[in-house]
């Protein structure tokens, strides 16, 4: 099951509009419906707030919100020592609390990552930089992550 972060489905929304792409939409509904494709709940919410239409599109098609666990909670916090973030100090070109929460319910769920983030093809050498992809790739993370384009073409869908 991937689990979409915020910016790849507000980058669909954006980029693929519902009235020029329907045959898309009418898959990625399909996908929800059948519980292929889920979000975390703080993704959600970012959807919610910077995108309020794709949000309501969400909420009618029935997107499933994987809340914030215990478990998401240790993976979490897990991964915000592996990146250096100490206490609350995230850098403001690394990754954020809610991103770092979206990494570890994909990682609790076994699943893919959809996120379109900054790739940075040279990690920084400073890990409180890193973005979401950067993160992902980390050894002692290891989720798969792939951005929008790569779910679409990855799932082999012909779309006419």
């Not at 666990?69 to 609350?88: C, F, Q």
Request: aromatic share 8%.
């Amino acid at each position: 099951m991937p689990v979409f972060d915020a910016s790849s489905m507000i980058y669909a929304w954006d980029n693929y509009p519902i009235l020029q792409f329907p045959g898309l939409w009418e898959w990625m509904s399909k996908q929800i419906k059948a519980n292929i494709i889920a979000m975390p709940s703080v993704a959600f919410e970012e959807v919610e707030n910077k995108t309020p239409e794709c949000a309501d599109w969400l909420k009618d098609n029935d997107i499933e919100q994987i809340e914030i666990n215990n478990t998401v909670l240790n993976e979490a916090m897990r991964i915000k020592k592996l990146v250096g973030i100490v206490d609350d100090k995230y850098h403001p070109k690394g990754v954020g609390e809610n991103d770092l929460l979206i990494i570890a319910t994909a990682r609790a769920y076994k699943a893919e990552l959809i996120s379109d983030e900054e790739r940075q093809a040279i990690h920084p050498k400073e890990p409180t930089k890193r973005k979401i992809p950067a993160v992902c790739s980390l050894k002692d993370v290891a989720v798969p992550c792939t951005n929008f384009l790569g779910f679409i073409k990855h799932s082999g869908e012909i779309f006419r």
